[in-house]
């Protein structure tokens, strides 16, 4: 299992930009498939982007395409989230997950998580 620690989130101005940062610790990283999610108070935690571990196949949240860019450094045993045009309804807790298995969309097929980033977008 590998540990997780994001870093790069703040605040911004409606139309700015950010860079997430996924680092990884632990097991061979470049195994696992990882995955960006985000949640609001008292809401699910709702899938944004993910990336699979061979051929670095991308996948995206409808409403991020275009916007976000998610990307992975092995080598670096990191994953940024690109994050462009932010909105103000791109305010959440960003977090970063990671699995070694098969994965859709959805928190439960991720079993290692990190503590998780604040992002806040001003209109």
């Known amino acids: 299992q590998v540990q997780l620690a994001e870093s790069g989130g703040g605040l911004v101005q409606a139309g700015g930009s950010l860079r997430l940062s996924c680092a990884a610790s632990?097991?061979?990283?470049?195994?696992?498939?990882v995955g960006w999610f985000r949640q609001a108070p008292g809401k699910e935690r709702e899938f944004v982007a993910g990336?699979?571990?061979?051929?670095?196949?991308?996948r995206y949240e409808d409403s991020v395409k275009g916007r976000f860019t998610i990307s992975r450094d092995d080598a670096k045993k990191t994953v940024d989230l690109q994050m462009n045009s932010l909105k103000p309804e791109d305010t959440d807790v960003y977090y970063c997950?990671?699995?070694?298995?098969?994965?859709?969309?959805?928190?439960?097929?991720?079993?290692?998580w990190g503590q998780g980033t604040q992002v806040t977008v001003s209109s």
């Open positions: 997950a990671a699995t070694e298995n098969i994965w859709d969309n959805v928190p439960t097929d991720f079993r290692s």
């Open positions: 632990g097991r061979t990283f470049r195994d696992y498939a």
């Open positions: 990336i699979t571990w061979n051929r670095g196949r991308t």
